[in-house]
């Protein structure tokens, strides 16, 4: 459990985090979003006291993080930025970590294996790849087998089978019963994983729900189809409460109708469909929408020009 | 996740959970490790103490007995053989001291400082356990090269009017003093690079503190160097690893409180930094 309470950052006369508030519900994937600038990182540093609030308070578990007698064992962490000395072996590393703790090594053994990092435990931190940074800082993260796991953008930088493996290794966490906290720029990709989900922009909190309200709120449930009798389907589908438009000849948009439905009635009718899905886009656009006051870098000229041509 | 929260109520027989818990001992274990990771640790002590030994076997080498004492090109042998087979400390002590500096500095510049932290968030007791490891490993090490170069020291001059043997007084002083100047400088290293949170930083402050400001100091009206400049860092604490003192300077033991002094007050505003700045 974490819980921040009007948590206040300034940097300067820069104010990173406003008086954010929220908590991490115990067993529980919450997902942690924002555009860039929003404040994430910064919250994150905060809640292991890197970074000293200016006012506002946080607790995880109950504690100041610091006053813990084994604070690796309470939160593991993966912060944004490297946090491992570039000449030093990832072995050596996780276990100068390690004995802070008084943490066996055969538990340093078990992280490596964890992460997949045995072919490269021998070399010096400094020659990894961005992935292979990145599973040693969530090697290191998962040291003190702690209740709760909370990562800082864990895909950045990862390559398919990485986001893949960080997707997989979330879910087994949270199917454990722990805590997990992850932050992200992206809304499509949370929603896979995150049972709750806490949006800032500008460092203030927009919106601290569940994905499934979240969704639901979005309020943009539509099902998109791709059939050769786009006609006869609409037909079968039209009824009251439910929108169809067509996007092109051979494409329609359903709205009140879930894929389930669409696929059963499509079946039932006998039909082809060679696409038949939930449009996840609409999410990403919900979040865009909510946050769209409050993102601090606007990559305006390019980016309108661009959607104008398109 | 639905199956987390499906499973999430069920888990109650959890396994016994190790206790684990930060102390005093097991940050220093960590500091150890981390001191010997990396590679420019081993590679800096043995350069410093290649300088120690080789530079006093240089040293004793070319000792000329006609041009000595007192001869106009060379130093005055005033310590006899023992000056001569230490020659090689002030090069030690710059490496030891860049070697003190990239222990803590190295931690800011690579971002492991964020790493440490997280592990021991009560802060301080990393840095006393990281002053204090390398300390004690800089004086043990350095001690042993001073001892070392003044063996062979004393073999190459064996025989001449200057040579010297470990019974003579005061010998084991230097000796040891030696070690305990250069431990100190190397905890300030260590204190510099953590107060300025960069390598460039630190070992500028350092190199110019040990070998520039005492130069300087002679610019000064007499009346005020001959006060303040037996107090500086590298004057104070290189007292005790001459035989005998020169007149303006501090007694050994003294020349040791003053020099720690520095090095104490240092580790408090590094500590302060530590403790008050973010990471
Ligand atoms: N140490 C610092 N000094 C000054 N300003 C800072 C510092 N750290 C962060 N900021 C500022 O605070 C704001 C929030 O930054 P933060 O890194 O927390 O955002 P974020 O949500 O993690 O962004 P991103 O998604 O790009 O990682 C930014 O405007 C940033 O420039
Ligand atoms: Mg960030």
Redesign the interface.
């Known amino acids: 459990m974490i819980d921040v309470h009007e948590l206040t950052k300034r940097y300067g006369d820069k104010t990173a985090v406003d008086r954010l508030s929220f908590t991490v519900k115990p067993g529980q994937v919450t997902g942690f979003l924002g555009p860039n600038g929003a404040g994430k990182s910064t919250t994150m540093r905060m809640i292991i006291g890197l970074d000293a609030p200016t006012s506002g308070s946080v607790t995880v578990n109950g504690r100041r993080y610091a006053e813990h007698a084994a604070p690796l064992q309470e939160i593991g962490t993966l912060l944004e930025a490297k946090a491992v000395h570039s000449g030093r072996t990832a072995f050596n590393h996780l276990l100068a970590l390690a004995q802070t703790h008084g943490i066996p090594r055969r538990r340093v053994d078990e992280v490596i294996e964890l992460a997949g990092l045995q072919t490269v435990v021998h070399k010096c931190a400094g020659t990894f790849s961005l992935g292979m940074g990145q599973r040693l800082g969530i090697a290191a993260a998962l040291l003190g087998d702690p209740e709760i796991v909370m990562l800082d953008e864990p895909v950045n930088g990862l390559d398919p089978e990485g986001v893949l493996w960080v997707r997989h290794l979330l879910s087994g966490l949270a199917a454990e019963g722990r805590t997990v906290m992850l932050s992200s720029h992206l809304m499509s990709e949370t929603a896979l994983i995150a049972d709750q989900l806490v949006i800032v922009g500008r460092g203030r909190l927009l919106a601290d729900t569940t994905v499934d309200d979240f969704i639901r709120q979005a309020g943009r449930q539509d099902v998109k189809v791709a059939t050769t009798q786009a006609e006869r389907l609409r037909a079968l589908l039209s009824g009251p409460g439910v929108t169809i438009t067509a996007t092109t000849a051979e494409e329609l948009v359903v709205l009140g109708l879930d894929a389930h439905r669409i696929g059963a009635i499509a079946a039932q009718h006998g039909v082809p469909l060679y696409e038949l899905g939930q449009q996840t886009v609409s999410l990403e656009e919900a979040f865009m929408d909510l946050t769209s006051d409050a993102v601090e870098y606007h990559s305006a000229p390019a980016d309108t020009a661009a959607r104008r041509a398109a | 996740?639905t199956?987390?929260?499906a499973?999430?109520?069920t888990?109650t027989a959890?396994p016994a959970?190790?206790?684990?818990?930060?102390?005093w001992l097991?940050?220093l274990?960590?500091?150890w490790?981390?001191f010997w990771?990396?590679?420019?640790s081993p590679i800096t002590l043995v350069t410093a103490l290649f300088l120690l030994v080789g530079i006093g076997a240089i040293a004793s080498l070319t000792f000329d007995p006609a041009a000595a004492p007192g001869g106009n090109d060379g130093p005055p042998i005033t310590d006899g053989a023992i000056s001569l087979a230490l020659m090689g400390t002030i090069f030690a002590s710059l490496a030891i001291g860049v070697l003190g500096v990239l222990v803590s500095a190295?931690?800011y510049s690579?971002?492991?400082?964020?790493?440490t932290?997280?592990?021991?968030?009560?802060?301080l007791p990393t840095s006393w356990a990281k002053t204090a490891v390398f300390g004690v490993v800089a004086t043990i090490v350095t001690a042993a090269g001073a001892l070392g170069a003044f063996l062979l020291g004393a073999a190459i001059l064996d025989g001449e009017a200057i040579a010297m043997s470990l019974g003579d007084d005061g010998v084991l002083r230097v000796l040891a003093g030696t070690g305990i100047y250069l431990g100190l400088v190397g905890m300030w290293g260590v204190a510099l690079g953590a107060l300025l949170r960069s390598s460039a930083g630190g070992i500028a402050v350092l190199v110019g503190m040990l070998l520039i400001v005492p130069g300087l100091s002679s610019l000064l009206p007499a009346s005020i160097a001959d006060n303040v400049t037996p107090y500086l860092p590298s004057n104070a604490g290189q007292a005790v690893t001459h035989l005998n003192q020169a007149a303006d300077s501090l007694g050994p033991w003294t020349g040791v409180a003053v020099f720690a002094g520095w090095v104490a007050v240092t580790l408090v505003a590094a500590a302060y930094r530590l403790a008050?700045r973010?990471?």
């Open positions: 996740m199956t987390a929260t499973t999430a109520p888990t959890a959970r190790p206790a684990y818990k930060v102390t097991r940050v274990r960590s500091e490790t981390k990771s990396v590679r420019s190295g931690e690579t971002g492991m400082i964020r790493a932290l997280a592990a021991v968030p009560k802060r008050r973010d990471a």
